[in-house]
């Protein structure tokens, strides 16, 4: 067993940060925490090993719940477009090269560093098409040291004919995926249908059936600009919505997870509560393809579960940080369009939908508790006016400057389930 001993801050519900200045959170050899202490209350003496981390920051490690690891070349350009013509005027044509080993050994090698540079310990992953370039992605992961929940996605229909996989191919990649990541313990396979006007019924069948049959979590879109559902409620007619569509076929699950949902109908708000589904809030990804205002506070109103995801490239960074900030600024544009009618997000909501609650898809994780995996940052942020005094506002403002205006060199240490995390 090991104790860290530092400014510990984290958030066990989304209402309020718990702040401990010089508290001790102990770990145990399997990266488990075991007890978390103010600095008064530490049980322990010389019995176990103290790792003092002085006046820095402790806090849970990110949580990326919507990326793209072949779109990380295109990251922070081609933003001159809405989303469907953005697709296939750069993105489409970028994930195509990843039927090239080397060229994806290239760029995911990349993608895996920088994500462990911005602090982001967990991520669910998008790939492309190509099994063996998905395989490395795996590889990558779990040679690092992290944990990644990867979908090989699948696309049959309004695609490029080098962008196509068929039902059976899909199906087969998702399956080599699986028994590839057997022995990864971090490392998962999840259903990934790239959203449904890409996807025949056909397609959306069987990979309904291979998450039920494997007993694995699902991640599309949904709702993500107005374009995209009138063309979806076009290619599905007898649907009532886009939500329905994915329900119709049983996506909507417990486990699932659907990126964006900027302009959800009451119907597929209810079907999002029905079925336990968790939304992935993208605010950079929304306001970069100038596709909207995502209606947070009406869909935690309802109920429904709603994390983080960077969705890069269409969000133009890795930094879960900089997804807070901006999910806390888009909510205050809304809550100004609406008179003040709408409350803007909190630093202790957004904080716990990228930890905690995202942290949550991948077991016990994202929080300071006991029997949660340490997933950690050591943040240095310190500044001369708070040298001496460390209380909870201190700390608060610490953190809040950090998430606003930080950066990777004030990250001086990464944990992911206990185990130290090297950056290059
Ligand atoms: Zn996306």
Known sequence: MKAYCGHIIYTPTSLAFEILPKGYVVVND??????VYASDKYPYGNEIEVVDLGNQLLIPAMNDLHVHAPQFANMGIAMDVPLLLWLNKYTFPEEAKFADIEYA????T???????????????VF????????????????????????GLVAMDRNSPDNLCNSVDEAIEGTNELLAHTKNYPL????????FVPSCSPQMLRALSKQAKDRHLSIQSHLCETTNEINWVMELEPEALSYADVYHRYGLLTHDTLMAHCVY???????LLQQTGTTIVHCPTSNCNLASGIAPIRRLLEAGIPVTLGSDVAAGHDLSMFQVMQSAIQMSKL????HKRQVSALSLSEVFYMATKLGGSFFGKVGSFEVGYEFDALVIDNDSPMHDSIYNSDTLYTRLERFVYHGNVYQIKKRYCQGKEILIK
């Open 30 to 35: 399997r990266g488990i925490i075991q007890g």
């Open 105 to 108: 050994r290239t760029i995911y």
């Open 110 to 124: 990349q993608f895996v560093d920088e994500l462990v540079k911005q602090g982001t310990m967990r991520a669910a």
């Open 127 to 150: 790939a492309t098409i190509h099994t063996p370039a998905t395989l490395l992605l795996a590889d990558l992961f779990h040679q690092k040291g992290i944990g990644a929940h990867i």
């Open 187 to 194: 490392v998962n396979a999840i259903i990934t249908p790239r």
């Open 264 to 270: 959800p109908s009451d119907i597929d708000m209810g």
């Open 334 to 337: 809304n809550s100004a369009i």
